[in-house]
């Protein structure tokens, strides 16, 4: 419990290993506001942070403000592991900020667990970013300048302290975050907490998501979340979304709103929609569930074959393979059962562990699958790495052929926009043909869902989305320095 910022910590864990997990794009982070005089805000922080648990699992912090003072604490781990009930009741305020985190821009320690917190002439300023900027560089360059203590390795704490910059140099919240977001490229959606409210901001472009809640009546109070399960959880009502460019402000006297950008092509990451956000959750005014069963569906229209059974690799890949079955009229059944108490593990495993890797987190089941012919559905291809393990294991169990159906397009390029998606060189679909694919996952057939189905089946603008991993289209311009290796960031600033 930090009742001043913790800034100057510093805490290297070692474990930067995770020998099970899937071959898959790590989301960012999610990031939960609520302005509540009168409610118990830490609590409902912890709560949201809870359902927001699959956009980061590294670490997960929660600072409260009860008019100028501000209570923190966040850690390495898993929202459940970093918080109790104790812990909460100190998280005294009006006002709480939530983050939990997975590490896209600097490394994997206790000191760049966010919310950031940073001491300015206006008072304190609590920021949960959930997005990666691409001017990290220029911005860290344009601070030390100007005499900026920085402390974490964080793109995060660079824009708080950007905004405290302003704030110091004689700005209000408002104009003095209007003016830090022009310095700022890149994806960020914020949640900010300050003594006197909370604010709710999208880069111009709205890569990630960012929704508006209400709880309570008379007076009305309000929550900021990544996404709606976050609202479901604490029983608020979704208001709608943060626009792109949009700065929401609340405060005791209510909820304002301004454009702080010029208006710019709307862009939301197609992969929220696919794989990253809950399918629990609402985009465009449906459950991400419904649309992946529509992908499911559209697959099964565009890459249909003969087999006996069809089902997806859980939990990402089952409403594809429901939707695959509807349309196919091939039975549905659960082939894997997946172990949902497996998370990260910072205990390294043994050399026979490793090679039973898979079967740690997904287990096929052999009675269902002996002797048939069998189609799995997965959301995406990133390495191949685990596919491969996981297309060996069912031929263990006597699986007589393997179709393998992806419900996007073949990942082709590196996400800089906050997802870690691995290099460019490791991407299994960016040097190889989807036969080529097909031979190294051992597979009998392998399709991908078109271009066309990923972006129609969404029912909106299919112009209205980032889809730069799948075509190399990337909305914000990436620098030279940051494309040629998306680790050189991380090795420069650790
Ligand atoms: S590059 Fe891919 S993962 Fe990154 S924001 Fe765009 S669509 Fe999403």
């Given at each position: 419990m930090n009742t001043i910022p913790d800034h100057a910590a510093t805490q290297p864990t070692g474990f930067d290993e995770?020998?099970?997990?899937?071959?898959k794009p790590e989301e960012a982070c999610g990031v939960f506001g609520v302005y509540a005089p009168g409610f118990a805000v830490a609590k409902m922080t912890y709560f949201g942070l809870y359902a927001l648990q699959h956009r980061g699992q590294e670490s997960a912090g929660i600072t409260t403000f009860a008019g100028n003072q501000i209570h923190q604490h966040k850690d390495m781990g898993l929202v459940s592991q970093v918080f109790n009930e104790s812990i909460l009741d100190k998280l005294t305020g009006d006002i709480a900020i939530g983050h939990t985190r997975y590490s896209t821009t600097g490394s994997s320690r206790k000191v760049n667990a966010q919310p950031a917190v940073i001491e300015t002439r206006l008072g304190y300023i609590s920021l949960a970013h959930n997005g990666n900027l691409v001017n990290t560089m220029q911005l860290r360059e344009e601070l030390l300048k100007n005499d900026c203590n920085l402390v974490t390795t964080t793109d995060s704490e660079m824009i708080a302290l950007a905004i405290a910059a302003e704030a110091n140099a004689g700005s209000d919240w408002l104009a003095g975050c209007k003016r830090a977001f022009h310095r700022c490229q890149g994806a960020f959606s914020l949640a900010i907490g300050t003594p006197d409210g909370i604010m709710a901001v999208r880069d111009p472009y709205g890569i990630r998501p960012l929704v508006l809640g209400t709880i309570g009546t008379n007076p009305v109070r309000y929550v900021i979340a990544s996404e709606t399960c976050a609202l479901d959880i604490i029983g608020a009502e979704y208001l709608r979304d943060v626009e792109p460019g949009e700065l929401v402000w609340i405060t005791a006297d209510g909820l304002t709103s301004c454009r702080w950008s010029q208006q710019v092509p709307k862009k939301l990451c197609i992969f929220e929609m696919i794989y990253f956000a809950r399918p629990d959750s609402i985009m465009h005014d449906e459950s991400l569930y419904s649309y992946r069963m529509r992908l499911g569906r559209r697959l099964a229209q565009e890459s249909l074959i003969d087999a006996d059974i069809v089902f997806g690799v859980p939990d990402s890949g089952i409403p594809a393979a429901i939707g695959f079955s509807q349309a196919s009229g091939i039975d549905y059944v659960e082939g894997l059962i997946k172990n949902r108490y497996v998370g990260r593990t910072f205990i390294q495993p043994t050399q026979a562990m490793r090679d039973a890797g898979i079967r740690m987190k997904l287990n096929p089941l052999k009675d269902v699958l002996m002797g048939k012919r069998v189609i799995i559905v997965d959301d995406s291809i990133v390495r191949g790495t685990t596919s491969r393990k996981l297309v060996r294991s069912l031929r263990d169990v006597g699986v007589t052929e393997v179709h393998m159906r992806i419900s996007s397009p073949p990942v082709t390029h590196p996400c800089f926009y906050g997802i870690d998606t691995d290099s460019q060189d490791h991407l299994i679909a960016a040097t190889k043909s989807v036969e080529e694919i097909a031979k190294q996952l051992e597979v009998d057939s392998l399709a991908y869902l078109s271009w066309s189905g990923m972006l129609e089946e969404t029912r909106e603008d299919t112009n209205g989305f980032c889809t730069a991993c799948f075509n190399g289209d990337y909305p914000i311009t990436i620098p030279e320095q940051l494309k040629r290796s998306k680790l050189m960031l991380e090795t420069i600033l650790t």
């Open positions: 995770y020998p099970f997990g899937p071959d």
